[in-house]
């Protein structure tokens, strides 16, 4: 049977996604393979297709028994006749899946790394035939990785023992370049063909949100996706427990995961996850690893995690059945405080004196990144493709930063009042008092203590209190405050030797969400994109009747079908088996399976519901990926003759030159344009660049740029403070009129 006719029948999908064709053609041509691929790209079919198809059984050698016994539920869900092995087996059960191994009633085997050596299965190994050995999470055999587990190395010794060499094919999601050599060399790859499919999850929507009432938010996000799967990941065992708390509190259903727990109870909560009695876990980063669920629409990070590394794995739980899904980081200078606090203080004492510096250094980085993640205005997703070393120019509309604006304002002036302030208290007391003197409240504390003599008592008064609560947590962040860990902190000054450098500048970002950024928050229809309320009606009768089906066999939902499936399943309404069989994800043995009780369900909703069109969609192929979330509008241009009203007037900032494009601008249904679009063009020409002194972040001409005219002038903010922007000649505006298409008359 050739590769693409198994892959509809078995796993009822129509095509191979990037990467999989490659890997299955070389290993049933005999080649080993390295592919470095995501979570969520599709790696189990790499290898589960060519087992299908070689002679023998294919052993898949796998970290977690969770995953192992999840995994062959969905095989044997799909028609896949498989066995695993590991320490939740009796030795009788044990023997029993050798036998039938040997008898060949299986096409693949999971096995646990520690299970390698155990006489029974060397003398299984030697009597059967294993025309592939599966290496999962290949990582882990590498000391260089996060994971490194002792047992993955018996594997070399297991394959050297075989009689014939297997095709090697090791699998992971995360690969330095050292740990890709480390997994080559450890495990003897033979000139191995090496997968990459690329990062990108397309499905994925990044956002980082800075809030200060983290719990309202998360219940208002759970909340507002009450039919939705998510996970909600926090720091601490503690954090874990009291967000689950107020969770359970305001009465949603909210599972709890981490491992101070129980081992039992730790279980129990998982199968309530993963089997959607409860939509939403509570976890500390313990959860996850071996955990298949495909349908989960959300993963929250409560904390920043520790590296880039981390978030993308976690984050990457989410929408792996390719249906759309959101990723979302609250981020909080807190965090960052307490991050960098217990790198200071962390425990190096079985580390070789040499070899600290270099680790706390490598910390200190990772720490860096995911700083940046959560402060940078720069597209979200373009920042984590740059970070595993993929390069792209364009933003990709579809995070929360491409659809923010965002400010930045000069604060420099007031900085230095905060300075002056926290000098006087001497270092003794803590925001609420600094906040209050600055602003000149009328406080009895404030008598009381004498801060109303200050000099700086009432000196930052024409500001808003969270304008000013901005401004101190971006001072701390920039070092020059820090605050004391005590049970009532206070701010004391940190180095402000770089505030005395008249260059320095200290830059509060606030932003806006765009006006046609609507679309990104709409909970629930987003999973649903191609449906109309109908379709969304049928889609909930699907997973009833799916919840039904999982119940009935005692396997998780989306073993019988993914959230994906049943959306292409609303999407087609197939009325019957030929059109059912033609839904993305259904296969020969899901159709004999499922076939009758879900058209049955489909007749039945089409019998309430006559005429019912349940998609949008109706042109299009609703099979094709899952398309970036809709906007309305197109990009910006210019219509012609447009430019004919642009009135040149000497240099523009940017914001003046914004305003100057959308008043000529009578082009239909386009967006309006922002001065960060602006921005970025000129940055992508090499107009511009950051300058990072100071701390900050902010836009200087670049020589490039000043050959062309592009200058600086000094503009007031809202609170009186002189800052520089951007300026550009008006050889620069010419340029940018051609770009957006507005004929110049001249
Ligand atoms: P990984 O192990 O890389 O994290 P999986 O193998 O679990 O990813 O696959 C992720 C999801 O993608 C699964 O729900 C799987 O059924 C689905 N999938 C895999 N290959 C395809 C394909 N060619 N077309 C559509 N869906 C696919
Ligand atoms: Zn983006």
Same mark, same amino acid.
């Given at each position: ?46 290898? #589960? ?21 999840? #995994? ?73 990785? #996060? ?269 230095? #009042? ?103 928050? =709409? ?66 043995? =899901? ?80 967006? =309006? ?74």
């Amino acid at each position: 049977m050739d590769p693409v006719q198994a892959l509809k029948q078995y796993f009822g999908y129509d095509s191979f996604r990037t990467g999989q064709r490659e890997a299955v053609e070389a290993i049933l041509s005999g080649r080993d393979v390295l592919a470095v691929m995501p979570t969520g790209a599709g790696k189990s079919v790499c290898y #589960q297709l060519p087992a299908l198809l070689l002679p023998g059984v294919t052993l898949v050698i796998s970290p977690l028994i969770s995953l192992m016994q999840d #995994q062959v539920k969905a095989l044997k869900a799909a028609g896949i006749a498989a066995g695993y092995i590991n320490s939740s087996l009796t030795e009788a059960q044990i023997a029993r899946v050798y036998a039938n191994a040997l008898a060949g009633r299986y096409k693949l085997l999971y096995v646990a790394p520690e299970r390698l050596e155990s006489s029974g299965f060397l003398a299984f190994a030697a009597a059967a035939e294993i025309p592939l050995v599966t290496v999962d999470e290949a990582h882990c055999i590498s000391q260089w990785g #996060q994971d490194f587990r002792p047992s993955y190395l018996r594997i070399v010794d297991l394959i050297d023992s075989l009689p014939r060499r297997p095709v090697v094919g090791a699998f992971t999601a995360t690969a330095t370049g050292e740990v890709k050599t480390d997994i080559a060399c450890v495990l003897k790859l033979r000139d191995p063909l090496s997968v990459a499919t690329g990062f990108d999850r397309e499905n994925l929507f990044f956002d980082v949100r800075t809030v200060k009432q983290k719990d309202a938010f998360v219940l208002d996000y759970v909340k507002q996706r009450p039919d939705e799967s998510g996970i909600v990941y926090c720091a601490t065992r503690k954090s874990v427990d009291a967000v689950h708390e107020m969770l359970v509190n305001a009465g949603v259903e909210a599972a709890r995961y981490h491992a101070g727990m129980e081992q039992a109870e730790r279980k129990a909560e998982q199968d309530d996850f993963i089997y959607d009695r409860k939509p939403v876990v509570v976890a500390t980063n313990a959860f996850g690893m071996g955990v298949d669920k495909s349908n989960v629409r959300y993963v929250l990070h409560y904390n920043m995690p520790q590296s880039m590394e981390n978030y993308y794995q976690e984050a990457g739980r989410a929408g792996r059945d390719g249906a759309p899904a959101s990723c979302v980081l609250l981020f909080s200078v807190q965090d960052i405080m307490i991050d960098r606090y217990l790198l200071e203080h962390k425990d190096f004492t079985d580390v070789p004196e040499e070899e600290i510096e270099a680790l706390r250094e490598r910390d200190l980085k990772r720490l860096r990144v995911m700083e940046q993640y959560c402060r940078t205005t720069g597209c979200l997703r373009n920042y984590i493709l740059a970070y595993f070393g993929e390069k792209r120019e364009a933003p990709c509309e579809a995070c929360g930063s491409c659809r923010r604006e965002f400010t930045e304002t000069d604060m420099t002036q007031e900085a230095k #009042q905060v300075v002056n302030c926290v000098y006087e208290t001497r270092g003794r007391y803590g925001l609420n008092i600094v906040l209050g003197t600055l602003l000149g409240a009328k406080r009895a504390r404030l008598e009381e203590l004498g801060t109303v003599r200050y000099k700086t008592y009432g000196a930052l008064r024409g500001l808003s209190e969270d304008t000013l609560r901005s401004l101190v947590s971006q001072m701390l962040l920039d070092g020059y405050l820090t605050k004391s860990d005590e049970q009532y902190p206070v701010l004391r000054l940190g180095d402000i030797a770089p505030l005395k450098d008249p260059d320095t500048r200290v830059l509060v970002r606030s932003s806006a969400e765009r006006e046609d950024a609507g679309g990104a928050r =709409k909970p629930r229809a987003r999973a649903a994109d191609p449906l109309t309320k109908a379709g969304y009606r049928l889609f909930e009768v699907l997973r009833a009747e799916r919840r039904a089906a999982a119940g009935e066999e005692g396997v998780p939902p989306y073993v019988v079908f993914s959230d994906k499936t049943l959306i292409d399943m609303s999407v087609r309404a197939p009325r019957d088996e030929a059109a059912f069989l033609a839904v993305s994800g259904v296969g020969e043995a =899901k159709r004999r399976k499922y076939g009758a009780r879900f058209l049955a369900a489909i007749g039945a909703f089409f019998a309430e519901n006559p005429g019912a069109v349940t998609s949008i969609d109706v042109g299009e192929d609703p099979a094709a990926p899952a398309k970036k979330p809709k906007t309305p509008k197109g990009p910006f241009r210019l219509a012609p003759g447009d430019a004919d009203r642009f009135r040149f007037d000497g240099a523009y900032t940017v914001s003046e030159l914004r305003d100057e494009l959308n008043r000529i601008s009578s082009a239909e249904n386009v967006k =309006k344009l922002y001065a960060a679009d602006l921005l970025r063009l000129l940055e992508a020409w090499g107009y511009i660049e950051e300058n990072r002194r100071g701390g900050g972040a902010f836009q200087i001409p670049t020589e490039k740029g000043i050959a062309k005219g592009i200058g600086t002038e000094q503009v007031l903010s809202r609170t009186g403070v002189a800052y520089s922007v951007p300026t550009c000649s008006a050889e620069v505006q010419r340029e940018i009129l051609a770009h957006y298409g507005g004929e110049s008359g001249e």
